[in-house]
């Protein structure tokens, strides 16, 4: 039903159930992972009015597992792409996997899946450092882009001397571009 992908890393696509309706993903060597990518494969849908809240765990010094709400996928939403660099120092939030005694080593995190209503998913507020996307880091990489555009373009500026008359060639003046 889930998947969760690391950058570098296989696919993997049989989370551990560890109850009915609870699911849970290892990642080893947690400490140099930045992202997780969290979907649902498409095979079985949620039930209708349910969704998956789903969970990061790292052990804490004492070796105690530290759970943090990272966000939800639903039939709707079937993917979703979580920073948990940042997760590391915090502290935790209320989970559904506190009763149960799932196995923890040092160097092992956990994403939890939990199957709940969609009302539930509404209610929750998940750690806000887990959200990789914003405005500001779009428009931030959208003028980087732009201006690496107009640098490669401006490497092939000749002067007008320079020029040779080629009829199957258009030329644009720089300015044009510094214009737009």
């Known amino acids: 039903m889930f998947g969760c992908l690391v950058a570098g890393r296989l ?3 049989a989370p551990q159930q560890v109850a009915e309706d609870k699911f849970v993903f290892d990642l ?40 943090q709400l990272l966000g939800f996928v639903t039939n709707e939403k079937p993917s979703a792409i979580f920073k948990i660099s940042g997760l590391k120092s915090g502290k935790g939030s209320q989970h559904p996997f506190g009763a149960m005694n799932l196995p923890q080593t040092p160097t092992v995190a956990q994403i939890g899946i939990s199957v709940e209503l969609l009302e539930n998913l509404a209610q929750q507020t998940p750690v806000a450092s887990a959200a990789v996307s914003s405005v500001d880091s779009f428009t931030e990489f959208t003028q980087k882009m732009l201006d690496n555009f107009y640098n490669f373009a401006s490497s092939f500026a000749i002067t007008q001397a ?11 003046p720089a300015n044009v571009v510094l214009k737009w």
């Open 11 to 13: 696919v993997q696509a």
């Open 28 to 67: 080893p060597d947690y400490e140099n992972i930045n992202h997780v990518v969290v979907f649902m494969l498409g095979t079985i849908p949620f039930p209708d009015g349910m969704g998956g809240s789903v969970y990061f765990c790292y052990p804490d010094q004492n070796g105690m597992a530290v759970w």
């Open 162 to 172: 320079q020029m040779t008359p080629n009829p199957s060639e258009a030329f644009i």
